[in-house]
């Protein structure tokens, strides 16, 4: 299984970006997905998680500004629609897929990884 992932790239300060992550195979009840970021220097966190069942998870610095959804059709997609972006958003993005019981903010260690894209935030 792959994960692949779209968009990305540089905005001004209150601009918006969408990612965008599909897998190649179906997402099962079980399967969480998610985007996380490393900004240099630091851990990688949790922006945002999709549980099986599309049920969203946000990290407490999203503040109602990004907004994560995924296709229910093959449920392989998901997209983080990010707005009201600040210089502190500037991050490798990078899309996982891992089976849990509870898909949580904690980064998974079972997980597939993509290969990140970049979103860097301009003042």
């Known amino acids: 299984e792959q994960l692949s992932e779209s968009g990305g790239g540089s905005v001004q300060s209150g601009g918006s970006l969408q990612l965008s992550c599909s897998s190649t195979?179906?997402?099962?009840?079980?399967?969480?997905m998610g985007w996380f970021r490393q900004a240099q220097g630091q851990e990688r966190e949790a922006v945002a998680t999709?549980?099986?069942?599309?049920?969203?998870?946000y990290n407490d610095f999203v503040n109602g500004r990004f907004t994560l959804s995924r296709d229910d059709d093959f449920r392989t997609t998901i997209k983080l629609r990010m707005g009201s972006l600040r210089p502190d958003d500037t991050a490798m993005y990078y899309c996982?897929?891992?089976?849990?019981?509870?898909?949580?903010?904690?980064?998974?260690?079972?997980?597939?990884w993509g290969h990140g894209t970049q979103v860097t935030v301009s003042s």
């Open positions: 195979m179906y997402t099962y009840s079980r399967d969480c």
């Open positions: 996982a897929k891992w089976t849990s019981s509870e898909c949580s903010l904690q980064t998974p260690t079972n997980s597939i």
């Open positions: 999709i549980s099986g069942d599309g049920r969203p998870l």
